[in-house]
T-cell receptor, first 114, second 112 residues
Framework: DGGITQSPKYLFRKEGQNVTLSCEQN?????MYWYRQDPGQGLRLIYY???????QKGDIAEGYSVSREKKESFPLTVTSAQKNPTAFYLC?????????????FGQGTRLTVV | GESVGLHLPTLSVQEGDNSIINCAYS??????FIWYKQESGKGPQFIID?????DKRQGQRVTVLLNKTVKHLSLQIAATQPGDSAVYFC???????????FGTGTRLTVIP
């Protein structure tokens, strides 16, 4: 099946540790995105990538890093510099920068700092 | 547009009634709009989209209306069912921009 897969579904992190969230898509989409969602709130853009080996900061990039070495993969690292990392993280992809570019979302990773 | 740190507005409707969820956007250069539905603990799912050269688009039980004059978008759900209970987001794509901008979202609760 074509789609976008995030793993793991649940992730626990100790304070001071870096963790990496996986996002893989087999839709042949050029663009990929990471959003953060806090309880009862909307989506905030962390990073996005329009093409392999290129990515741009979103509105809340501090404390996060990404890479885009392959078209299919856009992992997000939550670093120890992110002071409040507990949240629901959503990855999305879209076909590119054309007008009708709906984003397809993964099922999310819930990160909890313990 | 984007709202940070605000709690979701809520809408409660009786099963079988019609629901109207509203969204305001601020950028007149937005040329494409999407409504997403997000169930608890899941990623958002596409419902319906509309381009800026259209005023109305209909799907199965859903209709999106776009009023560019006042920069307003609405989602109408006919004969609302318990399975429609979710958070609904509007998203806009601005001409020349490379990503979608999401609204805060509205939590719809259907009362049986």
């Amino acid at each position: 099946d074509g789609g976008i897969t995030q793993s793991p579904k649940y992730l626990f992190r100790k304070e001071g540790q870096n963790v990496t969230l996986s996002c893989e898509q087999n839709l042949n989409h050029d663009a990929m995105y990471w959003y953060r969602q806090d309880p009862g709130q909307g989506l905030r853009l962390i990073y996005y990538s329009q093409i392999v080996n290129d990515f741009q900061k979103g509105d809340i990039a501090e404390g996060y890093s990404v890479s885009r070495e392959k078209k299919e993969s856009f992992p997000l690292t939550v670093t120890s510099a992110q002071k409040n990392p507990t949240a629901f993280y959503l990855c999305a992809s879209s076909s590119g920068t054309g007008t009708n570019t709906e984003a397809f979302f993964g099922q999310g990773t819930r990160l909890t700092v313990v | 547009g984007e709202s940070v740190g605000l709690h979701l507005p809520t809408l409660s409707v009786q099963e079988g009634d019609n629901s109207i969820i509203n969204c305001a956007y601020s950028n007149s250069a937005s040329d494409y709009f999407i409504w997403y539905k997000q169930e608890s603990g899941k990623g958002p799912q596409f419902i319906i989209d509309i381009r800026s050269n259209m005023d109305k688009r209909q799907g199965q039980r859903v209709t999106v209306l776009l009023n560019k004059t006042v920069k307003h978008l609405s989602l109408q759900i006919a004969a609302t069912q318990p399975g429609d209970s979710a958070v609904y987001f509007c998203a806009e794509k601005r001409t020349g921009a490379n990503n979608l901008f999401f609204g805060t979202g509205t939590r719809l609760t259907v009362i049986p």
